[in-house]
Structure formats: C-alpha cells, structure tokens
C-alpha cells in the first residue's frame, strides 16, 4: 500500500481529521498550533483559520461553519469570517485542563472529553452537548478518563471508545439517553507498540485505529483480530478519517510535538492511503441552530 503527503503542513499537534461530505472539505485541527485546516476535495487547495484557544475536535454544521470543542468548552466556527462564538461552557473553574477528541453520536450530539494540559494526569469526564430548555449544555456521561480520544459507533445503542493510557479499545453499552451504558468487551492493544489514539469504522464494521508512538495505523476486526497495518514514515499519529467522494480515502494527521525540528521526515503532515476500504459517513452536529 503506498502512502503519501496529502497535506505538508508541520502540525505540532495534528489531529481530528473528518470528511465533511456536504461541504466536500477533509477537515483537521492542529492542537497546540490553534489552528483549524481543511483540504477542498474540488482543487485540492488548504486553507486554515488561527483560533485564540486550543481546539481539540470538530465536526461539521452547516454553511461552512463547524462545532469546536475547546479550552473553554463548545464554540461555533464560521470558517469564511474567521468567527468564534461560545455554545456551551466546560469546566470554567478548571483552567488547567482542555477538550480533547470527540464525535457526534448517532443522534447528532457532540460528545467529547477533557484532559489536564501537563502531568500528573487528572481524570476527567466525557461529555455530551444537549439541550437544555432554550440552551445547551455540557452534560457528564462516562467519568475516570485520563487521555479521552477516539469514538465509534457500530451500532446505535454500542460505542468504541479510547482512553489511551489503558491501551485498551472498550466496548460500551449506549442508551439513547442518560449516561455511557456498562462494558460489554475490550481490544487489548497492550502487546503492540504505541498507544492507540484516534479511530473510524469501516463500512464491513471494522476499527481503524491511529497508534501515537506505533508509526502506523492498524485495523481490527470487531471480535479484536488484527486484519491490516498501515506503516507511517513518522512515529506520532494521532487520528483517522476516511474521506473523498467514495469514502475510499484514508486520512491521517501526525504529530511533531517534542521531536528535533531538524530532522527532516514529514512529522506533522497529513497523509492519505487510498482504496484500503469504504468508511462510514460521519455524523454532523444536529443543532439546534445558534
């Protein structure tokens, strides 16, 4: 399989890629770089937008603007203007911690957790933005998180979930309401190198899962199976989404965070690795409009 540089930026922190299919935009955030890039699928031109806070996801909206979860909880981006404007407050009291990875759940709901910005790692739980009434609000649903990344739903009522340190892939129940439902089973990864990071699911079901530390992404088969790796020529990768047309792109961000910035390998940059499989179209934030 042939992997290549989609996108060359040197990213600290690459990370959240997420195919847009309405706006034909592969989007992705660089962290520590506050900033927020994407790739149109049209001309293959990057453009990107400097924020005053640190993103740690996104997922499409509409009309070009993009549901960010941050440092200081759920804000709205107009990627035209540049403009961000707040949705819903986390954490206020807890200015050491940040948002990290997140998606939107079956229904539409952006769900993401927090992390501490430096050691000792401090639990933190995954959140879920909802109504509530006439506004939105972060509500708590799966606690005791050190390094809350990659999501997935197989199925409505299941989800995929990483939380890197334990190097496990967990199983959870998922109620359409109320919290994160009990562990039904866990991938462990433990024997691999790396920590698994970001994640998407196949069309045939199948976990594609980024390895920060590992030089690669490696895909799995529901009951755990090791079926595929996809080598990188860069140690820290960070997340995955298939993109394109056909959904038969694989994207990869990378990270260059604490490597030499001497050396000369592409740390940072997006790749992309074409027709290993089909994704599954991501889910747009649901609303309601602000």
């Known amino acids: 399989m042939h992997v290549e540089i989609a996108e060359p930026s040197r990213l600290q922190l690459g990370e959240g890629a997420l195919w847009d299919p309405a706006g034909e935009r592969l989007y992705w955030i660089g962290i520590e770089d506050r900033r927020v890039l994407w790739l149109e699928q049209g001309t293959g031109t990057a453009s990107s937008v400097q924020l005053d806070t640190m993103p740690g996801t996104l997922v499409p909206y509409r009309d070009g603007r993009v549901l960010l979860a941050t440092e200081r909880g759920f804000e709205l981006l107009d990627t035209a203007s540049g403009t961000l404007g707040p949705v819903a407050e986390v954490e206020a009291d807890r200015p050491h911690r940040r948002m990290n990875d997140g998606k939107c759940d079956p229904y539409g709901r952006l769900l993401a957790g927090t992390m501490t910005l430096a050691e000792p790692r401090e639990p933190g739980p995954l959140y879920r933005l909802e109504p509530d009434g006439g506004t939105l609000r972060a509500v708590p649903v799966l606690d005791g998180l050190a390094i809350p990344n990659g999501l997935a739903w197989p199925e409505p009522d299941r989800l995929w979930y990483i939380d890197t340190p334990t190097r496990r892939i967990d199983l959870y129940e998922y109620p359409e309401h109320g919290p994160v439902g009990p562990l039904v089973r866990s991938i462990d990864t433990s024997e691999l190198p790396g920590d698994p990071d970001g994640m998407t699911l196949d069309r045939d079901g199948n976990l ?8 690669s992404v490696r895909c799995f088969a529901p009951d755990g199976a090791l079926l595929e790796t996809v080598e990188l020529p860069v140690p820290q990768v960070t997340s995955v989404a298939f993109g394109g047309p056909e959904l038969d792109r694989l994207y990869i ?15 940072g940059a997006l790749f992309r690795c074409d027709h290993l499989a089909t994704g599954r179209p991501a889910v747009p934030w649901a609303g309601p409009a602000v």
């Open 253 to 267: 961000t990378t990270a260059a965070t604490g490597l030499d910035p001497a050396d000369p390998a592409p740390h």
């Open 208 to 215: 594609w899962v980024a390895f920060w530390g590992g030089s």
